[in-house]
């Protein structure tokens, strides 16, 4: 196998040293270059396996660097050197496109981890996509967001409706990246008592409080090495936000009872079916922590907004149950015309009790027994928003965010997209509130 061949991008000499050292001890080749301008040259010359990149250097900075190798290397996966406690650098990076960040002063054992992982972005992996079944074009987009986050270490908020698939979403981004054969574990944040929340996701020893007769790890530990998918994160307590957002930032935790911190590797997933920007706004989410989990945001469509692929999941799900019953032609046009308000979880739920109270060799429409229509003969659907200027700010939100999204955050292209002038991106983005 080819030796790797790592860029270290730093101008100060005792950095490059140790690592170059650290990485001479994985096997790893290291070239250094001391500012902007060589490593670009570096770049263009020779192929690389990692880019390592301070944020401060002579001629620039590192997000200088990370947004020019997503345009011109992309295969290269990058991380950057931020300073202690510099959140809002990380985050811009992440969203730039950088695989990971790592603090000073560096931990050498978090540094051989983000390595690892990177080099593993490269491995060639079982194409999972057609889990995401569908040919629409919102679930084309899906699957190409997929396999885009999947190969950053960034953390991810999932939002959709309930019953959409936000978890397979999430084991798919886990099982197409660099984490694979590490443990995917899934928490119901609804589903803890609050009282014994903090010793769940941090485990605790022995004796630290009653009924605690041994050692126990926690959910945070347990995912160690792999992906923590936190579902219905909205649920989660104001105190244990905080212990959260502090997790993220320090990569540690420290089991309840204990004297000391545990490092910890685990890439954060999170979902929702609620509305985290609202209820940031109405104090009942933390700030500072929606930024840190919404790093990297994607949407999955309710079924509704899907169009034929209602026909193929049917297909997909009989046989999944292992039926030997088809659907009807009048089976088909009532799953095309029904709004699915509880989405591909009332569809698996309708066609697993057609498939039991079936009599017949195919399912009929009758034979789904769908929800009682309203009056304007559709099947009930969201409320929707009481106010007209909530719901155009929504639609401008998602159209700006969508835009910067494809173009990397660079605004003037984003604007380029939106048909605005720079000045008009600009202060819609500050009207918003969004996050650029």
């Not at 074009?137 to 959709?160: F, N, T, Y």
């Not at 949407?299 to 046989?319: C, M």
């Not at 009790?353 to 195919?362: D, E, P, Q």
Request: glycine share 8%.
């Amino acid at each position: 196998m080819k030796q790797p061949v790592a860029l270290v991008v730093d101008d100060e000499p005792d950095i490059c040293e140790l690592l170059a050292l650290t990485l001479g001890r994985m096997d790893i080749r290291t070239v250094a270059a001391t500012d902007v301008g060589s490593a670009k040259e570096e770049l263009g010359s020779q192929r690389f396996d990692i880019c390592l990149t301070d944020m401060r250097l002579p001629d620039g900075d590192g997000l200088e660097l990370v947004d020019w190798i997503q345009d011109n290397v992309p295969g290269v996966p990058v991380a950057v050197i931020t300073a202690h406690g510099n959140v809002e650098t990380a985050v811009q990076a992440l969203k730039l496109g950088a695989f990971d960040f790592i603090s000073k002063p560096l931990d050498l054992n978090n540094l051989r981890d983000i390595v690892e992982n990177a080099l593993k972005v490269d491995r060639e992996r079982e194409d999972d996509g057609a889990q995401l079944i569908g040919d629409s074009v919102v679930m084309r987009e899906l699957r190409d967001m997929v396999e885009k986050v999947a190969r950053s270490q960034a953390p991810v908020h999932i939002a959709g409706e309930s019953g959409t698939g936000k978890e397979l979403v999430a084991r798919m981004v886990h099982d197409s990246g660099p984490r694979a054969e590490g443990p995917f574990v899934p928490v119901n944040c609804g589903a803890i008592p609050a009282e014994l929340m903090e010793s769940e996701f941090f485990g605790h020893r022995k004796g630290s409080f009653t009924g605690a007769v041994a050692d126990k790890v926690g959910l945070l530990q347990a995912a160690n090495g792999g992906t923590l998918f936190l579902d219905e994160i909205a649920d989660l307590p104001l105190a244990m936000q905080v212990k959260l957002l502090r997790v993220i930032q320090e990569k540690t935790v420290r089991p309840v009872g204990a004297s000391a911190e545990e490092p910890v590797n685990a890439r954060i997933l999170s979902a929702t079916h609620k509305n985290l920007a609202r209820m940031v706004a109405d104090g009942e989410f933390r700030e500072d922590l929606y930024y840190r989990i919404n790093v990297i945001e994607m949407r999955v469509p309710a079924l509704r907004d899907r169009g034929d692929d209602v026909l193929q999941l049917a297909s997909h799900i009989l046989r999944k149950l292992g039926a030997r019953v088809d659907l009807d032609d009048g089976a088909r046009q009532a799953l095309l015309s029904y709004n699915f308000p509880g989405n591909v979880r009332e569809l698996e739920n309708m066609l697993e009790r057609a498939v039991t109270l079936c009599t017949r060799g195919r399912i009929a429409a009758a034979d789904l027994h769908m929800r009682t229509a309203s009056a304007d003969g559709a099947s009930p659907a969201p409320a929707a928003a009481s106010n007209l200027g909530e719901q155009v700010e929504d639609v401008q939100r998602q159209a700006i965010v969508e835009a910067l999204e494809k173009t990397r955050y660079n605004k003037t292209a984003a604007a380029k997209l939106l048909g605005l002038s720079f000045r008009q991106l600009r202060y819609r983005i500050k009207k918003l509130g969004i996050d650029a």
